[in-house]
């Protein structure tokens, strides 16, 4: 049967079989994973039946595939880095949008970046667009830096380790246009609340945001407007409630903040921008 492994003289897993087990689990689209999960193995030469058992133990999907489908491409995804959110393509878009209205050739930097998912969208929208960019990256995670240069070492794009804006070439500063900072947001006391897929396999460092969510959001705000150029945006992932405090933090630190929201993707932005002049 197609898609069926070698499963070393055991009877090979039926593709229904893989459903309702996925199903019994609670996998919401498990017909989707099942094809996904039979797609991989086949491709990886790998257990089907071991990855059906990953899975049903609360591996994300995207784990065992090794890559996430984000803003319409494929993206390199590792065990133990955060995995892109499919909500945070509406930043995506707002990013896009103000990129769009730059007349000069744009500098993103893509901070906090995990996989790099963020830039290499952004970096993909606009280029189809005759639009290039100059792209760099950031991450304080060893495994996410070495999983974002998969993703961002073919559009020549570096990606540096270290905390926030630390190892960044000094030339950035003041040139910025686009800086996507998704920093972690959840409330500490939050995470245990979180899916088994989030709180017991992705990195803490990229979900907690301390007591309100915040704490990585003001170390961001609190040195961007000397990194960003003049006219320059930087936009963070929130949640609603945050919202009010997040803009406020934009508005303290001397940037114009504004709001955006997405019914569509369940997504809040805050925007920072830098005085023009």
């Known amino acids: ?5 070698d499963m070393g003289g055991r009877q090979p897993v039926e593709p229904a079989d893989v459903v309702a087990t996925l199903r019994a689990a609670g996998c919401v ?3 989707d994973e099942a094809r996904l999960l039979h797609a991989a193995a086949a491709e990886h030469g790998a257990d089907l039946e071991t990855l059906v058992a990953q899975r049903v133990a609360g591996t994300p999907l995207e784990y ?3 890559w996430a489908e984000f803003h319409g491409i494929r993206v390199t995804v590792a065990p133990g880095v955060f995995v892109p959110r499919q909500r945070t393509a509406f930043l995506v878009d707002e990013a ?4 769009r209205a730059n007349t000069r050739h744009s500098v993103v930097v893509d901070m906090c970046c995990g996989t790099g998912a963020l830039g290499l969208a952004l970096a993909t929208v606009l280029a189809a667009e005759g639009r290039p960019v100059t792209l760099a990256a950031a991450d304080i995670d060893p495994a996410a830096v070495d999983c974002a240069r998969r993703n961002l070492t073919p559009l020549g794009a570096p990606v540096y380790e270290g905390d926030l804006f630390d190892p960044l070439p000094e030339e950035l500063r003041g040139c910025i246009d686009i800086l996507l900072a998704n920093t972690p947001y959840v409330p500490s006391a939050m995470i245990a609340h979180m899916p088994p897929e989030a709180r017991d396999h992705e990195p803490h460092s990229a979900l907690d945001g301390g007591p309100d969510g915040l704490d990585v959001f003001r170390r961001v705000v609190a040195d961007a407007s000397s990194w960003l150029a003049p006219g320059g945006h930087l936009l963070v992932e929130a949640s609603e409630q945050q919202a009010p405090q997040a803009l406020a933090e934009l508005r303290a630190h001397g940037l114009h903040a504004r709001l955006a929201e997405s019914d569509e993707h369940y997504a809040t932005v805050v925007i920072g921008t830098r005085s023009a002049n």
Do not use: Q, R, V
């Not at 049967?1 to 492994?5: E, K, L, R």
């Open 64 to 66: 065992l595939l090794g």
């Open 29 to 31: 689209f498990a017909e």
């Open 96 to 99: 896009a949008a103000l990129a």
């Open 1 to 5: 049967m197609a898609g069926n492994i």
